[in-house]
């Protein structure tokens, strides 16, 4: 069993940035590929980032490519979701994800899920 704990989320405005941490415990987290998820309220949960286990390869969704970046320290069991300009449509609730898949953009694949962390930006 792993247990995820996100944190970090907050209320922010339109541009700032933000740090989001996951600590992973239990199983194995350096052989897990780590993504993040959000789900706004009354949408599905949508693919954000992730990061496979050696290599570091990472993916993102094109709305959030080339603002958020995804990160991993397998010494600390830790996943991070750095944002920036951040936008309205980024509020959501924010999980990290472990998949024992080497890479892997759907969330059917991850088998532990964190409990979520608020994120909301304001205009």
């Known amino acids: 069993q792993m247990e995820l704990v996100e944190s970090g989320g907050k209320w922010v405005q339109v541009g700032d940035s933000l740090s989001l941490t996951c600590v992973a415990s239990g199983l194995t987290f350096s052989q897990s590929c780590m993504g993040w998820f959000r789900q706004a309220p009354g949408k599905a949960r949508e693919f954000v980032a992730m990061?496979?286990?050696?290599?570091?390869?990472?993916s993102y969704q094109n709305s959030v490519a080339g603002r958020f970046t995804i990160s991993r320290d397998n010494a600390r069991n830790t996943v991070y979701l750095e944002m920036k300009d951040l936008k309205p449509e980024d509020t959501a609730v924010y999980y990290c994800a472990a998949s024992a898949r080497m890479y892997t953009v759907d969330a059917l694949d991850y088998t532990y899920w964190g409990q979520g962390t608020q994120v909301t930006v304001s205009s």
């Open positions: 990061i496979t286990y050696t290599s570091g390869r990472e």
